[in-house]
């Protein structure tokens, strides 16, 4: 089946001059003495903000189909509003005072099937204040527009269900993929202690103390899930297993940052498993991020190709809402910002390399958008997309598509444990849960 058609609207080069004297010579607003910050918005997407000078380029994703939309009426616009002052949470855009703002027009022209086309590169005359009046600031900037082919993936049901994961493109859909879930001797459920268990004296008393409930103090933990993708012959291609159980902080029942879970995301190789990613993930503090979770992936060194001696690369650390959903992206480069905000234009094609040299063995495989996917509230399906510069074989995708189903279900393992788990895990629970009966 053939990837699915999207756009990416790049906004980047950033960067600010205003008259400095009455004499008609130019400065650049240096940072540290003038920091600005702008907000770019695009109609029917959430805004985005970056600072002056843009330490990377900001994105918007689009499907070929929302892009013809925006478009079709000819007044479409991506605007820059700029501002002086500092941007962050605990502000906000009360604290910026609006310099002035500048208009980009999109069209349909915009985009080709096979290359990017730069649609403004340069400076611009930025129009100040709130009446428009066209002033002598300036704004660097570059826009461009360019087609990002990805293969869309949709699970047929919640992970722990095992349930079929579809191709899809428009309204046509083919099964690719299987999952299996399991649950390896445990789940959701109190369990004793090894104290208890491992009595070297199974005396009546002992026995009578289990029966009036004098045990020792529980312990509760989410541990041992596993899912396992399946390509159509049955052959395994992916595998995400827990490797860190999902445990409370003491005197809470939430899993903290401090002590977070996780899961090792596995491809095969040479009659093995091979760990390639790592998942963790954990429940935020505080009034707001109470309902949020953490989380962070990290890729593992491959010895093979990035040589040995390379640690792990965090390519994403970020938040989502636990109640609502949000999305999973992994994008170097531009977009969602790495960890690592290093950056390279080495070309893997033509093996080009005009970049820094600073760029690690993570950006060089991954470079561009990789993968988004989707957490849902409302027991709605998860949705996967990659791209497709990064699936050279069915193991690359099947990965990907691993990676959203342990998302997915550390939503489920970071619940707070006084609430209960979705049905098809509640289910496991009770089931595991009478193993351990005396």
């Known amino acids: 089946m053939d990837p699915c058609p ?93 310099l002035g703002s500048v208009a980009v027009r999109l069209d349909g022209k915009s985009v080709e099937s096979s290359r990017s086309v730069v649609v403004q590169n340069g400076w611009v005359l930025v129009n100040e204040g709130a009446k428009g009046k066209r002033g002598a600031m300036q704004l660097h900037l570059n826009v461009k527009v360019e087609p990002d082919p990805r293969f869309v993936f949709r699970f047929d049901g919640e992970p722990e269900c095992s349930p079929q994961v579809f191709q899809v493109n428009g309204n046509v859909r083919q099964p690719v993929f299987t999952c299996k879930f399991s649950l390896r001797n445990s789940g959701d459920h109190v369990q004793r202690s090894r104290s208890s268990l491992l009595e070297p004296s199974p005396s009546l008393k002992w026995l009578n103390s289990l029966r009036t409930g004098n045990k020792d103090q529980p312990v509760k933990e989410r541990k041992g899930w596993s899912i396992t993708i399946h390509d159509l012959s049955g052959s ?29 995301i596995l491809r095969p ?128 995708a099947a990965a990907f598509v691993a990676v959203a189903a342990a998302m997915d279900l550390s939503v489920e393992a970071c619940r707070p444990f006084s609430q209960n788990l979705r049905k098809g895990l509640k289910g496991l629970r009770r089931q595991q849960s009478q193993e351990f009966v005396v």
């Open 236 to 264: 395994p291609v992916a595998a995400a297993s827990m490797v860190t159980p999902f445990v409370p902080s003491p005197g809470t029942d939430r899993v903290s940052r401090s002590n977070p879970g996780a899961w090792l």
């Open 6 to 98: 999207f756009i990416r609207i790049l906004v980047g080069s950033l960067a600010l001059k205003s008259p400095v004297s009455p004499k008609p010579a130019f400065s650049a607003i240096h940072p540290s003495s003038s920091p600005c910050f702008c907000k770019i918005e695009l109609k029917n997407f959430p805004s985005q903000i970056t600072s002056i000078p843009s330490p990377q380029p900001t994105c918007f994703n689009l499907s070929k189909t929302q892009f013809d939309k925006l478009v079709h009426k000819s007044n479409c616009l991506l605007k820059i509003k700029i501002y002086t002052g500092q941007s962050g949470n605990s502000c906000g855009f009360s604290s910026g005072k609006l």
């Open 269 to 396: 190789g040479h009659n093995t498993w091979k760990p390639w990613g790592r998942l963790e993930a954990w429940r935020e503090r505080g009034s707001r991020g109470s309902n949020h979770l953490g989380y962070r992936f990290d890729l593992l060194p491959d010895a093979a190709v990035a040589g040995g001696g390379d640690a792990p690369v965090t390519v994403v650390s970020s938040t989502l809402s636990a109640k609502t959903g949000g999305k999973f992206v992994i994008d170097i480069g531009a977009g969602a910002s790495p960890a690592s905000s290093r950056s390279s234009s080495f070309d893997l094609e033509s093996g080009d390399e005009s970049g820094s040299g600073s760029a690690s063995w993570a950006e060089l495989l991954y470079r561009g958008f990789v993968m988004s996917s989707t957490v849902e509230g409302g027991g709605r399906h998860a949705e996967v997309e990659v791209g497709v510069q990064h699936v050279a074989c069915t193991e690359d």
